[in-house]
């Protein structure tokens, strides 16, 4: 069992940066792909970028050169630093964790076997 908690999130001005962190429980956080997703009202939810067990990222086009995707293995977290952000990223954002995720599916919400519970980002115009 993995649980994870989100923080960071918060209200920003467009242009403006915030840093996500998301913390995993259980100390085989290593062999576990983590992935970023977000869902605005009324909207699926969408993946944004991942992180997989061995270090392969990517990121949704929409999100690419204005956010990054971190794991510190040894403090058991992933990191999504937003950049530049505009009103459209404006979303619930969650991460999740895959076991032994090689980045093929980074995409798929259904693929992974356990989520947080989401922190709100808001970036007013």
């Known amino acids: 069992q993995v649980q994870l908690v989100e923080s960071g999130g918060g209200l920003v001005q467009a242009g403006g940066s915030l840093r996500l962190s998301c913390a995993a429980s259980?100390?085989?956080?290593?062999?576990?792909?983590m992935g970023w997703f977000r869902q605005a009202p009324g909207k699926e939810r969408e993946s944004v970028a991942a992180?997989?067990?061995?270090?392969?990222?990517s990121y949704a086009e929409s999100v690419k050169e204005r956010f990054t995707i971190s794991r510190d293995n040894a403090k058991n977290t992933v990191a999504l630093q937003m950049n530049s952000l505009k009103p459209e990223d404006t979303a619930v954002y969650y991460c999740?964790?895959?076991?032994?995720?090689?980045?093929?599916?980074?995409?798929?919400?259904?693929?992974?076997?356990?989520r947080g519970q989401g922190t709100q980002v808001t970036v007013s115009s």
């Open positions: 259980g100390r085989t956080f290593r062999n576990y792909a």
């Open positions: 992180i997989s067990v061995g270090g392969v990222i």
């Open positions: 999740a964790a895959k076991l032994l995720g090689d980045g093929r599916t980074w995409y798929l919400p259904s693929s992974y076997n356990y």
